[in-house]
């Protein structure tokens, strides 16, 4: 029943009920040092993925913020805007596209109507 | 030292008067350093705007019209001196002295002192009603005289004539012009315009008389005064203004035999000097080939020819063109040329349709290849085409009537592209096509950066629309285009997508993305539609398909800070609150601990809510009976007012009520960007109501109405759009205004900078709000009124919706707060804590979330 620290499962956050179309969720867990650690969830129907998992911290803002960013796409890549000063951070590699920053990106998936993060 | 030495080496220019042209001449002269200048002006006042004098009967005050300040002549390094008349010039020493005994060295001289109004030396003429319309103080004699007068008389009908008998008329007296000669303007209009101009003065409610010479004035029976006119009839009158040409103040350069003209005026030659090598005259009081120019520009280019000269440079004086295009009262009037076809063998060719009030003339050569002048009464919308063909020598089309002509099928427009780099395009400042390309080259992204640059357009304003086709076009062909996508998901601009939305009737964001956009949409083109969808159907903002398409301020109905926390700012209309109201806002920033300042815009805001503490914080406010203050939406934010007439000793109307009623009327309306107001009770204008979205100042009359004012990043004063309102007409225009703007403004576009680029500028707003000119001023009403019926408070709606409320929890999965929301205290309030006053936090699962964790894991297995 119990995992060890390096060893990923897929631990479930939500129903997918919960999830907002076109916009973002936050769960908060742990990481192996016991730390709190926040994942902001977005749910793009319209969009390849449709669910995408991303750190909630904004590395340019220093705030847990993400999640309430708007989102979109720039050139085709699914996005989500910085609500405080608006660069695009990549949902599918974390990267941003204005700035040398990224952020991490979480394996996730739906699996009988439950939102399930790879953590 | 070494400085020191380098300021005594310097030339000493000494500048006689402080006129618009002396300005210009310290303006162009202070841009080389070599050079001391120090500028003698006998007026209490530096440089001010005499053009838009009469609008100072219009509510603009002296600081208004003032070009320049001593802080900004101190910037320049320029030394003044006000009250300073000068009385003695020494040619030979170099030494002018003034009233006072004051001596200034010159290396060179410039005499730019202007001229004075003639008053024709009529027997009786010189009682104390009997005035003239040059400089503010003037005016100020005017207006005192007013006070006390009931009938007003403007003897000279010219172009300054008709501009003090508006001023006259706009003081409320009855108004009569009287002119000498059989018509109006006879300078700049030939006999058929004047006909029909005189008409229209009339039509306005001003008696004008023509043919008329003044024997003598005596007292009058009913009024003050009378006229007693050579063919036997008489006029009374309480006030008479004099406005019967200029003469050049030319006595300095009298006494001090310097060469003066037969007629008088200081005789310069190409250069701007006048008889004595180191003395130049400029202005209104140089003579020039025979010749006063008595427009201001002329005078700026001798400002800028004896700059040149003084600097070493070559330059040359070779006269000025006379066209002009201005409205008087509301009548547009344009001259170009030879108005009166006097250049031999000319031809004509004259278009009058006496229902509408247009006149158009035009004088060709004779074989109708070149266009040598224009007369235009009624409609000047050919002026700037007309004014190219002749300043640039453009062959004329095969039909020149076809110019002139209404509906003309093929009418011969004249692209910009048509004009070569030295046409001008702004004669008040002397701006080329040439110049207006090379800013655009230094980096001006649009109209309104050419503008400051340039300072095209910002003097009597009558080229705007033409600097703004210059300047579109050389953005087009550039590639740089005047484009006008929002973003890469949709090819529209805001007004377009506006447009789309209504004739379509979209309602959300998904149809308009799926009807006229491409891919998923972004942070830039969904606020946008968000804005649009709110001002066309004024759905509640978070119904769910408008949710995704706001920001986070408008989302969580609060301003986000740096650190994740949002500001809580209701509303207080006017900034009047009880102070019952006032002690929940103190008992609700106590209980939360949030951080408390008095704004700006006359509200309370309070600082450090978490996200999760946005609905209980506002529960408490709702049901004390506070709104939402809007502070997070490009929407209507404040409506800042002094008390007014009910406590203030020198308030005219009640300004409170009125600040009151206008933002309970415009709360909540979306717009391109916010909008604040401005209602001052008097004309100390206590509310800076100038430096507002809207400006609304009393007068003893009713309200003046200022549109496009802006503090902050660029400062910028609002334009007086509309005088002496009743209540009534004035929430009317405004609602049309701000739905005009609401429907054409771009995106995060303020007033001021949509007034700037707004094609045909404040004229052109005036016609659409006031004449109806677009015939759209029923729909704008309609539409405001739909929103104002349809307000609801945001946070009273979302705090009666549980499905709205959860979004106000942070985490989906746990009830805790986000452990990185710190405070430190400083001065007894919370402020967010820096990086380095942080404390780690250590994960402590809930109970919820080991639930979950273990549910994940029986999963895996």
């Given at each position: 029943?119990?995992?060890?620290?390096?060893?990923?499962?897929?631990?479930?956050?939500?129903?997918?009920?919960?999830?907002?179309?076109?916009?973002?969720?936050?769960?908060?867990?742990?990481?192996?040092?016991?730390?709190?650690?926040?994942?902001?969830?977005?749910?793009?129907?319209?969009?390849?993925?449709?669910?995408?998992?991303?750190?909630?911290?904004?590395?340019?803002?220093?705030?847990?913020?993400?999640?309430?960013?708007?989102?979109?796409?720039?050139?085709?890549?699914?996005?989500?805007?910085?609500?405080?000063?608006?660069?695009?951070?990549?949902?599918?590699?974390?990267?941003?596209?204005?700035?040398?920053?990224?952020?991490?990106?979480?394996?996730?998936?739906?699996?009988?109507?439950?939102?399930?993060?790879?953590? | 030292?070494?400085?020191?030495?380098?300021?005594?080496?310097?030339?000493?220019?000494?500048?006689?008067?402080?006129?618009?042209?002396?300005?210009?001449?310290?303006?162009?002269?202070?841009?080389?350093?070599?050079?001391?200048?120090?500028?003698?002006?006998?007026?209490?006042?530096?440089?001010?705007?005499?053009?838009?004098?009469?609008?100072?009967?219009?509510?603009?005050?002296?600081?208004?019209?003032?070009?320049?300040?001593?802080?900004?002549?101190?910037?320049?390094?320029?030394?003044?001196?006000?009250?300073?008349?000068?009385?003695?010039?020494?040619?030979?020493?170099?030494?002018?002295?003034?009233?006072?005994?004051?001596?200034?060295?010159?290396?060179?001289?410039?005499?730019?002192?202007?001229?004075?109004?003639?008053?024709?030396?009529?027997?009786?003429?010189?009682?104390?009603?009997?005035l003239v319309y040059r400089t503010i103080d003037d005016l100020e004699a005017i207006q005192a005289s007013a006070d006390v007068s009931k009938v007003g008389v403007?003897?000279?009908?010219?172009?300054?004539?008709?501009?003090?008998?508006?001023?006259?008329?706009?003081?409320?007296?009855?108004?009569?012009?009287?002119?000498?000669?059989?018509?109006?303007?006879?300078?700049?209009?030939?006999?058929?315009?004047?006909?029909l101009l005189k008409t229209k003065i009339e039509e306005l409610g001003v008696q004008v008389h023509t043919s008329k010479a003044t024997n003598e004035i005596v007292?009058?029976?009913?009024?003050?005064?009378?006229?007693?006119?050579?063919?036997?009839?008489?006029?009374?009158?309480?006030?008479?203004?004099?406005?019967?040409?200029?003469?050049?103040?030319?006595?300095?350069?009298?006494?001090?035999?310097?060469?003066?003209?037969?007629?008088?005026?200081?005789?310069?030659?190409?250069?701007?000097?006048?008889?004595?090598?180191?003395?130049?005259?400029?202005?209104?009081?140089?003579?020039?080939?025979?010749?006063?120019?008595?427009?201001?520009?002329?005078?700026?280019?001798?400002?800028?020819?004896?700059?040149?000269?003084?600097?070493?440079?070559?330059?040359?004086?070779?006269?000025?063109?006379?066209?002009?295009?201005?409205?008087?009262?509301?009548?547009?009037?344009?001259?170009?040329?030879?108005?009166h076809a006097k250049t031999e063998g000319s031809l004509t060719y004259t278009y009058e349709n006496q229902p509408e009030g247009v006149y158009k003339k035009i004088?060709?050569?004779?074989?109708?290849?070149?266009?040598?002048?224009?007369?235009?009464?009624?409609?000047?919308?050919?002026?700037?085409?007309?004014?190219?063909?002749?300043?640039?020598?453009?062959?004329?089309?095969?039909?020149?009537?076809?110019?002139?002509?209404?509906?003309?099928?093929?009418?011969?427009?004249?692209?910009?592209?048509?004009?070569?780099?030295?046409?001008?395009?702004?004669?008040?400042?002397?701006?080329?096509?040439?110049?207006?390309?090379?800013?655009?080259?230094?980096?001006?992204?649009?109209?309104?950066?050419?503008?400051?640059?340039?300072?095209?357009?910002?003097?009597?304003?009558?080229?705007?629309?033409?600097?703004?086709?210059?300047?579109?076009?050389?953005?087009?062909?550039?590639?740089?285009?005047?484009?006008?996508?929002?973003?890469?998901?949709?090819?529209?601009?805001?007004?377009?997508?506006?447009?789309?939305?209504?004739?379509?009737?979209?309602?959300?964001?998904?149809?308009?993305?799926?009807?006229?956009?491409?891919?998923?949409?972004?942070?830039?083109?969904?606020?946008?539609?968000?804005?649009?969808?709110?001002?066309?159907?004024?759905?509640?903002?978070?119904?769910?398909?408008?949710?995704?398409?706001?920001?986070?301020?408008?989302?969580?109905?609060?301003?986000?800070?740096?650190?994740?926390?949002?500001?809580?700012?209701?509303?207080?209309?006017?900034?009047?609150?009880?102070?019952?109201?006032?002690?929940?806002?103190?008992?609700?920033?106590?209980?939360?601990?949030?951080?408390?300042?008095?704004?700006?815009?006359?509200?309370?805001?309070?600082?450090?809510?978490?996200?999760?503490?946005?609905?209980?914080?506002?529960?408490?406010?709702?049901?004390?009976?506070?709104?939402?203050?809007?502070?997070?939406?490009?929407?209507?934010?404040?409506?800042?007012?002094?008390?007014?007439?009910?406590?203030?000793?020198?308030?005219?109307?009640?300004?409170?009520?009125?600040?009151?009623?206008?933002?309970?009327?415009?709360?909540?309306?979306?717009?391109?960007?916010?909008?604040?107001?401005?209602?001052?009770?008097?004309?100390?204008?206590?509310?800076?109501?100038?430096?507002?979205?809207?400006?609304?100042?009393?007068?003893?009359?009713?309200?003046?109405?200022?549109?496009?004012?802006?503090?902050?990043?660029?400062?910028?004063?609002?334009?007086?759009?509309?005088?002496?309102?009743?209540?009534?007409?004035?929430?009317?225009?405004?609602?049309?205004?701000?739905?005009?703007?609401?429907?054409?403004?771009?995106?995060?576009?303020?007033?001021?900078?949509?007034?700037?680029?707004?094609?045909?500028?404040?004229?052109?707003?005036?016609?659409?709000?006031?004449?109806?000119?677009?015939?759209?001023?029923?729909?704008?009403?309609?539409?405001?009124?739909?929103?104002?019926?349809?307000?609801?408070?945001?946070?009273?709606?979302?705090?009666?919706?549980?499905?709205?409320?959860?979004?106000?929890?942070?985490?989906?999965?746990?009830?805790?707060?986000?452990?990185?929301?710190?405070?430190?205290?400083?001065?007894?309030?919370?402020?967010?804590?820096?990086?380095?006053?942080?404390?780690?936090?250590?994960?402590?699962?809930?109970?919820?979330?080991?639930?979950?964790?273990?549910?994940?894991?029986?999963?895996?297995?």
């Amino acid at each position: 029943m119990t995992t060890t620290n390096t060893e990923k499962t897929w631990r479930t956050i939500c129903d997918s009920s919960d999830l907002v179309k076109d916009s973002g969720i936050c769960a908060l867990l742990a990481n192996e040092a016991g730390n709190e650690e926040q994942i902001a969830i977005f749910h793009l129907p319209n969009s390849e993925d449709k669910i995408y998992a991303v750190g909630n911290y904004d590395p340019i803002g220093k705030a847990n913020v993400l999640y309430r960013g708007i989102v979109g796409c720039i050139a085709d890549e699914p996005v989500v805007a910085s609500p405080l000063y608006k660069q695009h951070f990549s949902l599918k590699t974390g990267r941003c596209l204005q700035e040398e920053q990224s952020i991490s990106v979480y394996p996730i998936r739906i699996e009988n109507e439950q939102v399930q993060v790879l953590y | 030292m070494k400085t020191d030495k380098q300021l005594l080496s310097k030339a000493k220019i000494v500048v006689v008067g402080n006129g618009m042209v002396g300005h210009h001449f310290v303006e162009e002269m202070a841009k080389n350093s070599d050079y001391q200048i120090t500028v003698l002006s006998a007026e209490s006042r530096l440089a001010y705007d005499r053009v838009y004098l009469s609008s100072y009967f219009a509510g603009k005050t002296a600081d208004d019209l003032a070009l320049t300040t001593p802080e900004h002549y101190d910037e320049l390094g320029v030394t003044f001196k006000t009250n300073a008349k000068v009385t003695n010039i020494d040619k030979s020493a170099k030494v002018v002295t003034t009233e006072s005994g004051d001596c200034f060295e010159y290396d060179k001289l410039i005499l730019a002192t202007g001229s004075y109004p003639f008053v024709p030396p009529i027997p009786g003429g010189d009682v104390e009603h009997s005035l003239v319309y040059r400089t503010i103080d003037d005016l100020e004699a005017i207006q005192a005289s007013a006070d006390v007068s009931k009938v007003g008389v403007v003897i000279g009908g010219g172009l300054l004539g008709l501009e003090a008998a508006k001023a006259v008329k706009e003081l409320g007296l009855e108004t009569h012009v009287v002119e000498f000669a059989p018509q109006l303007m006879g300078v700049q209009v030939d006999g058929g315009g004047g006909r029909l101009l005189k008409t229209k003065i009339e039509e306005l409610g001003v008696q004008v008389h023509t043919s008329k010479a003044t024997n003598e004035i005596v007292a009058g029976d009913k009024h003050r005064y009378k006229l007693c006119f050579s063919d036997g009839t008489e006029l009374e009158t309480d006030l008479i203004l004099f406005s019967a040409g200029i003469r050049p103040y030319d006595n300095l350069a009298r006494e001090f035999d310097l060469e003066i003209g037969q007629r008088g005026g200081i005789v310069i030659d190409n250069q701007c000097k006048t008889s004595d090598a180191d003395i130049y005259a400029i202005g209104e009081c140089a003579l020039w080939n025979n010749f006063i120019y008595g427009l201001v520009a002329p005078g700026y280019s001798m400002a800028k020819v004896a700059v040149k000269d003084i600097c070493g440079e070559e330059a040359e004086f070779t006269g000025a063109d006379m066209s002009t295009k201005l409205k008087l009262m509301g009548v547009e009037v344009g001259s170009i040329g030879d108005a009166h076809a006097k250049t031999e063998g000319s031809l004509t060719y004259t278009y009058e349709n006496q229902p509408e009030g247009v006149y158009k003339k035009i004088v060709v050569s004779s074989d109708k290849k070149a266009l040598l002048g224009a007369v235009l009464i009624g409609d000047t919308s050919e002026y700037d085409t007309l004014l190219q063909y002749m300043l640039n020598a453009i062959e004329l089309p095969e039909s020149p009537e076809g110019l002139i002509l209404p509906m003309a099928a093929d009418k011969p427009t004249l692209g910009v592209d048509a004009l070569p780099d030295t046409a001008t395009i702004c004669s008040c400042h002397n701006v080329t096509k040439g110049d207006i390309i090379a800013a655009i080259d230094c980096g001006a992204v649009d109209v309104g950066q050419v503008k400051s640059g340039t300072k095209a357009g910002s003097g009597c304003g009558g080229c705007a629309a033409l600097v703004k086709s210059v300047a579109d076009n050389e953005f087009e062909k550039r590639g740089v285009e005047v484009k006008k996508d929002i973003c890469e998901h949709f090819a529209y601009s805001r007004k377009e997508l506006f447009d789309i939305v209504s004739v379509e009737k979209i309602k959300t964001f998904d149809e308009l993305l799926s009807s006229h956009g491409r891919g998923l949409g972004c942070e830039i083109c969904k606020p946008v539609a968000g804005s649009v969808l709110a001002s066309v159907w004024n759905d509640y903002i978070l119904k769910k398909p408008h949710l995704s398409l706001q920001d986070t301020n408008d989302t969580y109905l609060g301003n986000m800070q740096k650190d994740g926390t949002y500001s809580v700012v209701p509303r207080i209309a006017g900034g009047e609150i009880t102070p019952d109201k006032l002690i929940v806002l103190g008992q609700v920033a106590k209980k939360y601990n949030l951080y408390t300042k008095i704004t700006g815009g006359a509200r309370v805001d309070l600082f450090g809510a978490r996200v999760e503490q946005l609905p209980p914080i506002w529960k408490e406010l709702v049901d004390a009976g506070f709104e939402t203050g809007h502070a997070y939406g490009k929407s209507l934010r404040t409506v800042k007012s002094c008390v007014g007439s009910t406590w203030c000793r020198y308030g005219v109307q009640d300004s409170m009520s009125m600040a009151i009623d206008l933002e309970n009327r415009y709360k909540g309306l979306r717009a391109p960007h916010k909008i604040k107001f401005g209602v001052s009770g008097c004309t100390r204008e206590c509310a800076e109501a100038q430096g507002k979205d809207i400006g609304i100042i009393a007068t003893e009359n009713g309200w003046n109405l200022f549109v496009g004012g802006n503090g902050g990043m660029k400062p910028r004063h609002g334009d007086l759009f509309a005088t002496d309102l009743d209540d009534e007409t004035l929430v009317k225009y405004v609602d049309r205004i701000l739905m005009f703007y609401v429907q054409t403004g771009d995106r995060l576009q303020r007033t001021s900078v949509w007034m700037d680029n707004l094609e045909g500028g404040l004229t052109y707003l005036q016609d659409v709000i006031m004449k109806d000119s677009l015939g759209i001023t029923d729909a704008l009403e309609e539409q405001m009124a739909a929103i104002v019926g349809s307000y609801q408070c945001e946070w009273k709606t979302t705090l009666e919706d549980p499905e709205a409320l959860k979004r106000f929890q942070p985490f989906v999965n746990s009830d805790k707060s986000d452990s990185n929301i710190q405070f430190v205290t400083e001065r007894e309030q919370i402020r967010p804590a820096r990086g380095e006053e942080k404390i780690a936090v250590t994960f402590i699962p809930s109970v919820e979330n080991d639930a979950t964790e273990k549910e994940a894991v029986a999963e895996e297995v």
